[in-house]
């Protein structure tokens, strides 16, 4: 059990050395931002505590997958399974539970700590990746794989929207549709097989071209439906609610080319960085998104021809 997480806390340390970062500035960070988030969704809504749970909830699921409970009975006796999984549930909980209890939800909190240890003891599968049928079969990979491994967000932010539009908060809406941009975005956080680039008959400029296009068409998709009715619920903030639609467009195509000038490998820190100041300021993206496509271009000209 000890070599177990020794492992993992390895592994998670390698991932974030390759994200360009000390381990420790990595663990100060993530730290921050939780705090940093949490504290914003209690800030928005009354309804924070209930999509606190969800979330949380998603992540005890995740853990709880078939591969992974497989792979433990596999390589360690029953006994061991269960107190390495009721270790990891509670080390996954233990951020949640102690904000609760800053926040003064002490009952909630302590209501989670019998439900995150019996998580440990079910096994079960959504089965995401090979029963849910999507509208993107046609072009993988990034909305795809990125609608099954985050239908549960994608759910929540839909959810989230429809309970402001009930209680006529447009405030709420709003940062659900941030949210679920948000998720939309982090389609593009890991890179396809060159399998796939390769695969592909046309000039850089091409291949990016029709990386746009499908990208842009399955961010409608997504957005369609709450956005229509998030517009007839509050037609006087149509200005808002399409303006922020428009920019999320926009973040996506630079999320999809910072995506390729990294390829085959994962996005730098530095261009996350420079990607979280051009959300806090839009109008870099007038200059990042033509810088981005030409160094976009020339990096797949390493596995595209004229």
């Known amino acids: 059990m000890n070599f177990y ?40 809504t009354r309804f924070a505590i209930y999509l606190y749970l969800f979330f949380a909830a998603s992540l005890l699921i995740q853990l709880s997958n078939t591969t992974r409970t497989n792979f433990l009975s596999l390589t360690f006796p029953r006994r061991t399974v269960r107190r390495i999984r009721m270790a990891e549930n509670g080390l996954l909980m233990l951020p949640f539970l102690l904000f609760l209890l800053l926040k003064h939800y ?29 509208p993107f079969g046609k072009q993988p990979f990034e909305f795809l794989t990125g609608f099954r491994q985050s ?4 759910l929540g932010a839909y959810i989230l929207m429809g309970i402001g539009i009930f ?30 680039v390769w695969n592909m008959a046309c000039t850089p400029a091409g291949f990016l071209r029709n990386k746009i296009k499908t990208a842009l068409l399955h961010t409608t998709i997504l957005i ?58 839009p109008p870099l993206l007038l200059g990042l998104i033509p810088y981005y496509y030409s160094r976009s271009v020339n990096r797949l000209t390493l596995y595209l021809h004229d």
């Open 5 to 44: 997480f020794r492992l993992q806390l390895r592994l998670l340390n390698r991932h974030i050395k390759d994200f360009g970062m000390a381990p420790l500035w990595g663990w100060l960070l993530g730290l921050a931002g939780f705090t940093a988030c949490s504290w914003l969704l209690f800030s928005r």
């Open 106 to 134: 002490a009952l909630v909190a302590l209501g989670m700590i019998p439900v995150t240890l019996l998580m440990a003891f079910t096994d079960h599968s959504l089965r995401m990746n090979t029963t849910i049928p999507t």
């Open 151 to 154: 239908l549960l967000f994608i």
């Open 167 to 196: 209680v006529g908060n447009v405030n709420l809406g709003l940062f659900a549709a941030g949210a679920n941009l948000l998720i939309i975005l982090s389609f593009y956080s890991r890179p396809e097989p060159l399998f796939y």
């Open 224 to 281: 369609i439906l709450p956005l229509t009715a998030f517009l007839l619920a509050f037609p006087e903030k149509w200005w808002a609610i399409i303006g922020m639609q428009l920019l999320g467009y926009l973040y996506v195509v630079q999320i999809l080319l910072v995506k390729y000038v990294a390829y085959p490998d994962e996005i730098s820190l530095v261009q996350v960085l420079l990607f979280a100041g051009s959300i806090l300021f």
